[in-house]
């Protein structure tokens, strides 16, 4: 009986491994990848992706209502009914302008009642200082009658001071945003009486996270869109940056002056504005995603795919926004490199791109 024939072993894994290779090859040939040279090693399939600069800017989008910079509550600043008011809620005014007149007929009384004991004082000085200089009155009765001058003195500046109270006038040219009196109510001291906005400043206040505001500096252009109008842009300005966080949420106040002429342009208090801008700009930034990246020997590197093969290239990084993180120092566009984790891959591993990532 003829026997049967038997190949060895070695040559059966040869075999196997030689038709494993041509497999992955002819799996791999329909996505554009060219294969790599047909050395007899398994070639490993992989994901990579191409070194292109990108935009790794951080984009700052906010939002916050228009409002003026200097909003003043007038208030009274002595109790009396209210005789006239002079001005309604939307009125400009002038500064110095008079807009409200109390009641203060007690007052007006006690200024003239000033006035004569003023004049009562003065006659007894005058008559101390001629006895005086006589001799005939001690040093103390003259030193009491300079001091009741003094007294009625400041007592007229008092009642005088409180006559004018009774007046209200506008401490800067403003509109009269809110009006709180109707002629004949009774206010007091410290009432609000109307509220008044300087509309020739409008600002917008923006609460800006800590992670932000490192990159914003007084004097920055700032884009501005409002709702109201939504196809032109404004020119606005950051005006000031508040030195303290809120202690609520962390976040910085921010504010955006518009410019002198956005009044004029119809914008008002109250308005929703809305900010978009580039904050620490890297328009052309090369890039990786983040999970490509490995530590060896404390130094950060990724894989290059060179020939077919696996090759450490040691990197410097910058920030990380989001998948991406900058490549500073260690590649340069065109490149490829390994897609997934770099842990587990080693260096001089032959490998096959199946697949190019965006």
Known sequence: ?????????????W??????????????SGD???????????????????????????????????????????????????????????????AGQLLVRLDISEARAELARARAEL?????DYRR????????????????????????????????????????????????????????????QAQSTLFELAALDELVIRLGVSELDVVHLTAGQAVPVRLDAFPDQAIAGSIRRISPVAQAGNRLITVEVALPPEATAMGVRPGF??????????????????????????????????????????HVETGVTRGQWTEIRNGL???????ASNPLEMREGQAVRIVSLRD
């Open 1 to 13: 009986m003829q026997g049967t024939f038997h190949f060895p072993a070695g040559f059966v894994r």
């Open 128 to 187: 101390a200082q001629e006895l005086r200089q006589r001799g005939v009155v001690s040093a103390a009765q003259y030193e009491g009658a300079r001091v009741a001058l003094q007294v009625a003195e400041s007592e007229l500046a008092l009642w005088r001071t409180r006559v004018e109270f009774g007046s209200v006038h506008s401490p800067l040219k403003a509109v009269v945003s809110e009006r709180f009196i109707e002629p004949g109510e009774a206010v």
């Open 332 to 338: 340069e566009p065109g490149e490829t490199v390994l």
């Open 272 to 313: 929703l504005a809305r900010v978009g801008m580039a904050i620490d700009p890297r328009p052309n930034a090369l890039v990786v995603p983040t999970s490509t990246i490995g530590m060896h020997e404390d130094r950060t590197y990724v894989f290059v795919i060179a020939d077919g093969h696996l090759r450490r290239r």
């Open 15 to 28: 075999l196997v491994a030689l038709v494993g290779a041509g497999s992955l090859a002819a799996c791999g």
């Open 32 to 94: 554009g990848a060219t294969p790599p040279p047909n050395t007899g090693v398994p070639h490993t399939p992989v994901a990579a992706v191409e070194i292109q600069p990108r935009d790794l800017s951080r984009h700052l989008s906010l939002s916050g209502t228009v409002e003026p910079r200097v909003t003043v509550r007038l208030a009274a600043r002595t109790s009396g009914a209210v005789e006239e008011v002079l001005v309604e809620a939307g009125d400009e005014v002038e």
């Open 119 to 123: 004049e009562s004082a003065r006659l």
